[in-house]
C-alpha cells in the first residue's frame, strides 16, 4: 500500500484530537469507541470516549493556541473557560488546548495533565499530535493511512459514533498455504527450551505446524508459503517479523521491544513456531543473526518457540528433534483423506517408491491420478532422487534452468518465447508432471522450493545453463528495450546488469515516451510495479549517467503513478475484467500482480484467494470476503433485471411513505425508470406519474413544478427536485434507452472519457463503469484500452501531486514559457477536478506574482472568473493594497456574512487585511457591526491597532520557546527548515541533504537547506542531489519518499542555478506533458 503525504495537519483542531483519540483506540486497542459532537446533556459533547471498563469520558477542545491557567475554573459543576461556562459530566472530563503552561501531576490517556476536580487539562499542539501519531503508527505506518481514510468515510458520512470493532482488522501475514494440510500424525509438544525440527526438503514440516499440540495457544509464523506469494520478500526481514508478532500476540499496535514481546510469550503461554528458517538462511543471510539472537533470547527466558526448517549452516545449540519419514499406516491414512485411494495394492506400492517420505506421497499419487497407473521407479530416499529419475529421461534437462532465471512466474506462452524450441522439453514436463509446479491461470512457478535448490545444485556450473539463463535474461532485456510491457512487472526478478539497467531507467526516465508508450494501457498496476522497481534499482547507477531532464521525467511519472483509481472497487474492476474478456483480452494481457490478476482470477475460475491476500495487504477488512465480494456484485449483475421482472408499485406506494428524504429521492428516481419501461394498469395512482415522465423525455416537457410537489406531498423539501430528473435520464441512458442523445452508446470510450473530461475522478470512473456494463449487456465492441486515459488523469481525493504547482508556473512565466491566462487555467481546473479544491494553490499562486502580473490577474482574469478559488484577504498586505476598493468591500461584506453566527473572526484570517491600507475601514466595519478578531497576544503588537483595542479578543500568550527534543530531526531521519543550523555545523553535504525526506515523508522540499551553498558546489553536485532525493526513504519504515515536491521544485531550484537555457526547455516540455497526461 502507498503511504502518502500525512494530510491530518489540515483538519480542524477538534477533527485532528479526534483523529489521534481514534489513532489511539486502533492502536493500543483499550478504548471500546468514540462518539464526535455526541448528543449529551452537557456542554463536554465535542467528543466522547467509552472505556473499556464501561465508562464514559467527555471533551471539550479549544482552538486557543495558547491560554492561561488562570483563564480556567471549576465550580459547582460548570466549567469556565475565558468566562465561557461550559457545563460538565459527572466524571471524567478532558479539557485539550493547543497549548498552555502547566505543571503537570497527573495523566490520563497516556497523557500529562493538570487536574482541577474532575477536569483534566491537557497542552497537545498540532505538531505534537503529528508525532504522537506517526510514533502510534511506528510499526505500520500504512495503517495510518487507511485509518484516515476510514475516518474521513465516517466523517463524509456523518457515522461518527465509531466503536472499536468497526475499525479495519490488523493485517498479518497469510499462514496459507497451496494445499490444505491432512492430519497424518500427533505431535504433542511441551518444551520449556527451544526445539528444532529439523526435516529434510518436503518432509512436511509446513503441515505438520497445523498439526502440533501445544499447551495453551501457538502463534505461527511463516517464512515461505509459495513462488508466487505477494509477500515472498517481505515476509523474510527481521523488522517485519517482529511487527507481525506484535499484532499477532498483542492485538494491538503498539510498539515493543523484543523482550516485552518474549515476556508476553511466556507468561500468556504461548509457544511461537517459526516455519522455514532456512527461507532467511538461503535469502536474507544478513539478518540471521537477528532471528538466531531473538529465539536464543526467548530460550534464556523460558518462553516456547520451536523452529522448523531444513538443515542450518549456522550452528545452533537448540535442541534437535529430526522430522521422520510416515509409516505405512499413516501413508495409507494421508492417501485415503486427500486422494480417495483405498486400495491396498496401490497404498502399498507408493509406500515401497516413497519409504513414506511426505512429497513423494504426494508426487506419487498426483501421478497416479493423472495417469491411472502407478510410475515405475525404484525405491527412493531423497527428494533429489525423484528429480534425478523424472528428468533423466528428459533429453534437454537444462531447460529447467529457465526457472533460475527468476524468482518470479513465468507464463506457459513464454516458455517458447525465452527457450525456443526447446521449450517443447519443459513443456513435456509440466505436462507429465504438472503437480511439481504451481499453476495460477497461465502462470507458473515451482511449487516446492525443494525444485527450487535441486536445479540450483544439479545445474551448477553447467555452461549450457549458464547460456539459457544469459539467453533468458538478453530476451527479456530486448523485450523491456524495445517497450514491450510483457516482462516490465518482473523487471526487478531478473539478474540485469548496471549496464543494461541503466539503458532500461535512460529509456524509460522520459515522459515524452512514457506517454506514447502507455497509450492502450489496460493494466496499470504492472506500470506502477514496473517503476517501483526501477526506482529501486536506480540506487545503484552512478548519478551523472542520468541527465537532469531524465531526474525530472521519472519524478514526475512516478507522481502521475501515484494515483490510485483502482484500489477496493471491486464492482468496477468486475466489469472492467469481464469487458476485457470479452473484447478479445487474456490473461496473457495481465502482468502484474494486484487487484487486476485478483479479479481476473475471480471472474474465469471462481478463485477469490488472491483478492483475498490483495485486500489484505491493502489493509483492507477481509473478514467473510467471499460472502461480501458477492453481495456487493450482485447488484452489478442484476442491473439490467429492470426489464425482465415486473415492478412492485404497491410496495413502492408504501415505501414512499416510510422513507428518509435521501431514501425518498433515489426511491423515486427508481419509480420513474421503471414506470418510463413498464406498462401500469389504467387508473393506477401512478399513471400520472408516468405521464409526466414520459412528457419529460419523450416530448423535452418541464415537470421540475411536479417533481418540486412529489417531495412537498410526502413531506420532504423541493431541494432534490431537479437532480431527480437528471438522474432519471441517465439513469435510463445507463440501460441502453434514448438512444439518439446517448453517449454509452453513440461515443467510443476515448471519446466518453474526453467528453466528460471536466469531471472529477470519482465521477469519471463511475461514468465509464456504466459505460463498460452497458456495452457489455450488448455485447458491442469497444476500445476498452482507451481506459488509458482515467489511469493517469487527476485523482479527486488528496492528490498531492499539484500541490506546488504554483511555483513552476511562475518561473515558466517568467521565462517566457507560459502567460498568465495560462496558468490560472491550469490551477482553476485542477481545482475544480480536487474534492475539496486544493484550495491554496491559487492564493500562494497569486500571492508570488509581481505587482505588474498582478495588476493584470487582477484587472483582466480574476473580474470574469467568479468561480476562481481564491482568498483575497490571504494575499500579502502589499497585495491587498493593490485591490480596488470595490472588490475588498464586496468580499469582506461576504465574509461578515459567513461569520454572523459567531460574530468573530480568527486573527489569521484577517492579519493581512489589517495591515493593508483598508485597515482602518475594516476595523471601523467590525466595531459597528461588533464581530470580535480572536487573537493570542503575543502575535502582533496591539498598539498597531490602539484605537480599535475592543476589537480584539485576546486569548492567551503564546509561548515560542522551542522545546527540547532528546532525539534529533537528523537522527528520526529528516530534515527541516528548523535544521538549518544543525546542518551547517555538522557540514551535511548537499547529497546528504537530498537523500533525507522532510518530517511529512516529501522529498526534496525545502530549497532553504541548500541556501548556505555556494553555487558552483551546488552545480557540480546537481546530478547526485537530484539523484538522492528520488532514492531517498521514509526512515521509520523504509520505504520510498514521496516525490511530490519535485514537480516545483525541481525547476526553481535550477533556475536559482542558472541552468542552461536548452535545459528549461526539456524542463518545460515536460512539466507541460505532466498536466496533459494529467487530464488538464
Not at 505477494?230 to 517479523?241: E, G, I, K, S, T
Not at 509409516?327 to 491396498?344: I, K, R, S
Request: aromatic fraction near 14%; glycine fraction near 4%; hydrophobic fraction near 40%.
Amino acid at each position: 500500500m502507498k503511504v502518502a503525504r500525512n494530510s491530518i495537519i489540515g483538519y480542524s483542531y477538534q477533527k485532528l484530537v479526534a483523529f489521534y483519540i481514534l489513532a489511539l483506540m486502533d492502536v493500543e486497542r483499550e478504548i471500546l469507541g468514540i462518539e464526535i459532537e455526541a448528543d449529551v446533556e452537557h456542554k463536554f459533547d465535542d467528543l466522547v470516549i467509552v472505556n473499556k471498563d464501561g465508562t464514559k469520558t467527555y471533551c471539550q477542545m479549544k482552538d486557543f493556541k495558547a491560554i492561561q491557567i488562570s483563564d480556567i475554573t471549576v465550580s459547582e459543576g460548570i466549567a469556565k473557560i475565558k468566562s465561557s461556562p461550559h457545563s460538565m459530566a459527572d466524571t471524567g472530563n478532558i479539557i485539550f488546548v493547543k497549548q498552555i503552561d502547566i505543571e503537570c501531576k497527573s495523566e490520563i490517556l497516556g497523557l500529562p495533565s493538570y487536574l482541577i476536580d474532575n477536569v483534566y487539562i491537557i497542552s497537545l499542539s498540532r505538531e505534537e499530535i503529528r508525532e504522537k501519531v506517526e510514533r502510534l503508527y511506528e510499526i505500520d505506518l500504512p495503517r495510518m493511512t487507511l485509518i484516515e481514510s476510514f475516518f474521513e468515510k465516517r466523517f463524509d458520512e456523518r457515522e461518527l459514533v465509531i466503536n472499536l470493532h468497526d475499525l479495519p482488522v490488523l493485517q498479518i501475514y497469510s499462514n496459507q498455504l497451496v494445499d490444505p494440510t491432512i492430519e497424518v500424525r500427533e505431535f504433542h509438544i511441551d518444551k520449556e527450551k527451544a526445539l528444532f525440527i529439523e526435516g529434510k526438503p518436503g518432509i512436511g514440516k509446513s503441515h505438520l505446524v497445523n498439526n502440533i499440540k501445544v499447551n495453551g495457544e501457538k502463534i505461527i509464523y511463516r517464512f515461505w508459503i509459495s513462488n508466487q506469494d505477494y509477500d515472498y520478500q517481505n515476509r523474510l526481514l527481521y523488522d517485519n517479523f517482529i511487527s507481525d508478532l506484535i499484532k499477532g500476540i498483542f492485538e494491538k499496535l503498539v510498539k515493543k521491544d523484543i523482550y516485552e514481546i518474549i515476556s508476553k510469550l511466556r507468561i500468556n503461554n504461548i509457544t511461537l513456531i517459526l516455519d522455514g528458517l532456512d527461507h532467511v538462511e538461503n535469502y536474507n543471510p544478513y539478518e540471521l543473526e537477528k532471528y538466531i539472537q531473538f529465539i536464543n533470547s526467548m530460550e534464556a527466558d523460558g518462553a516456547k518457540v520451536i523452529i522448523l526448517s531444513r538443515p542450518l549452516k549456522y550452528t545452533v545449540n537448540w535442541e534437535i528433534y529430526k522430522l521422520q519419514n510416515w509409516n505405512f499406516d499413516q501413508t495409507c491414512h494421508f492417501l485415503n483423506e486427500q486422494y480417495h485411494l483405498f486400495d491396498y495394492t496401490v497404498c502399498k506400492e507408493i509406500y515401497r517408491i516413497t519409504q513414506g517420505y511426505p512429497i513423494l506421497v504426494r508426487f506419487t499419487a498426483d501421478s497416479y491420478k493423472i495417469n491411472k497407473t502407478l510410475p515405475d521407479l525404484p525405491q527412493l530416499d531423497t527428494i533429489n532422487e525423484y528429480y534425478d529419475v523424472i528428468t533423466k529421461k528428459y533429453s534437454n534437462k537444462e531447460t529447467l534452468g529457465l526457472f533460475l532465471s527468476s524468482n518470479s512466474y513465468f507464463m506457459m506462452s513464454e516458455l517458447k518465447i525465452l527457450l525456443g524450441h526447446f521449450s517443447i522439453f519443459i513443456k513435456q514436463i509440466i505436462d507429465e508432471h504438472p503437480y511439481l509446479f504451481e499453476i495460477k491461470l497461465n502462470r507458473i512457478s515451482l511449487l516446492h522450493d525443494s525444485l527450487n535448490t535441486y536445479l540450483r545444485l544439479s545445474l551448477s556450473g553447467n555452461t549450457n545453463v549458464e547460456q539459457i539463463i544469459d539467453e533468458i535474461k538478453n530476451k527479456v532485456y530486448e523485450s523491456i528495450i524495445s517497450g514491450e510491457k510483457q516482462f516490465i512487472s518482473r523487471y526487478l526478478y531478473f539478474s540485469f546488469d548496471e549496464n543494461e539497467k541503466l539503458g532500461i531507467i535512460r529509456k524509460y526516465a522520459d515522459i515524452n515516451f512514457f506517454e506514447n508508450w502507455f497509450k492502450g494501457t489496460i493494466d496499470i498496476e504492472a506500470v506502477q510495479e514496473f517503476y517501483t522497481q526501477l526506482r529501486f534499482t536506480l540506487k545503484n547507477i552512478v548519478p551523472n549517467e542520468l541527465t537532469i531532464n531524465n531526474y525530472y521525467d521519472i519524478s514526475l511519472i512516478i507522481n502521475i503513478l501515484a494515483r490510485d483509481h483502482i484500489t477496493n472497487l471491486k464492482e468496477f474492476l468486475h466489469i472492467y475484467i469481464k469487458s476485457l474478456i470479452f473484447n478479445g483480452y487474456t490473461e496473457e494481457d495481465i502482468t502484474s500482480t494486484g487487484y487486476l490478476f485478483g479479479m481476473l482470477y475471480f471472474v474465469k475460475e471462481g478463485n477469490y484467494v488472491s483478492l483475498e491476500i490483495v485486500e489484505a495487504n491493502n489493509h483492507y477488512d477481509t473478514s467473510d470476503f467471499y460472502l461480501n465480494i458477492i453481495d456487493e456484485l450482485e447488484s452489478e449483475d442484476r442491473y439490467f433485471d429492470v426489464f425482465k421482472n415486473s415492478f412492485d408499485f404497491n410496495k413502492a406506494q408504501m415505501l414512499l411513505h416510510q422513507s428518509s428524504e435521501l431514501q425518498f429521492k433515489d426511491l423515486i428516481e427508481k419509480i420513474f425508470v421503471a414506470l418510463y419501461i413498464n406498462e401500469i394498469p389504467k387508473e393506477s395512482e401512478f399513471e400520472l406519474w408516468r405521464n409526466k415522465i414520459h412528457d419529460y423525455i419523450d416530448h423535452k416537457e418541464d415537470i421540475t413544478t411536479f417533481v418540486k410537489r412529489v417531495f412537498s406531498d410526502y413531506g420532504h423539501r423541493e431541494f432534490f427536485a431537479l437532480s431527480v430528473m437528471q438522474s432519471v435520464k441517465y439513469q435510463l441512458k445507463t440501460l441502453g434507452l434514448l438512444e439518439e442523445e446517448n453517449e454509452l452508446l453513440n461515443l467510443s470510450l476515448e471519446e466518453f472519457i474526453i467528453h466528460f473530461k471536466e469531471e472529477d475522478s470519482f465521477q469519471l470512473i463511475s461514468y465509464i463503469k456504466d459505460y463498460l456494463r452497458l456495452n457489455l449487456f450488448l455485447k458491442k465492441y469497444i476500445d476498452v484500452n482507451s481506459i488509458y486515459r482515467l489511469f493517469t488523469s487527476y485523482y479527486a481525493r488528496k492528490d498531492y501531486t499539484v500541490n506546488n504547482i504554483w511555483k513552476p508556473l511562475i518561473v515558466f512565466q517568467r521565462k517566457g514559457y507560459l502567460k498568465i491566462k495560462k496558468s490560472v487555467g491550469i490551477i482553476k481546473e485542477f481545482q475544480s477536478k480536487s474534492e475539496k479544491g486544493i484550495r491554496d494553490i491559487l492564493n500562494d499562486y497569486v500571492d508570488n506574482l509581481n505587482n505588474q502580473d498582478f495588476s493584470y490577474f487582477i484587472q483582466e482574469i480574476y473580474p470574469k472568473n467568479e468561480d476562481l478559488n481564491l482568498n483575497i484577504f490571504q494575499l500579502a498586505p502589499e497585495k491587498i493594497n493593490m485591490l480596488n476598493s470595490e472588490l475588498v468591500e464586496r468580499e469582506f461584506f461576504e465574509s461578515l456574512r459567513i461569520h454572523s453566527y459567531s460574530k468573530s473572526f480568527e486573527y489569521y484570517k484577517l492579519k493581512n487585511l489589517l495591515y493593508s491600507k483598508y485597515s482602518k475601514e475594516v476595523l471601523c466595519l467590525l466595531e459597528k457591526h461588533q464581530y470580535k478578531v480572536l487573537v493570542q497576544n503575543g502575535t502582533f503588537d496591539i498598539e498597531d491597532f490602539k484605537e480599535y483595542k475592543g476589537v480584539f479578543q485576546i486569548t492567551g500568550k503564546i509561548d515560542f520557546d522551542e522545546k527540547n527534543h532528546a532525539v534529533s530531526n537528523y537522527e528520526k531521519g529528516y530534515l527541516t527548515q528548523q535544521d538549518i543550523q544543525f546542518i551547517i555545523n555538522e557540514n551535511l553535504s548537499p547529497i546528504e541533504i537530498a537523500s533525507l525526506p522532510d518530517g511529512f515523508h516529501d522529498a526534496f522540499s525545502e530549497l532553504e537547506l541548500y541556501q548556505h551553498f555556494n553555487q558552483e558546489i551546488l552545480l557540480t553536485n546537481v546530478h547526485s542531489i537530484l539523484h538522492a532525493a528520488i532514492c531517498s526513504k521514509i526512515y521509520s519504515i523504509g520505504m520510498p519518499s514521496n516525490l511530490f515536491e519535485m514537480l516545483g521544485n525541481v525547476p526553481i531550484f535550477l533556475d536559482e542555478l542558472d541552468i542552461a537555457s536548452e535545459n528549461f526547455d526539456e524542463i518545460f516540455s515536460s512539466f507541460s506533458k505532466f498536466i496533459e497526461i494529467s487530464g488538464v
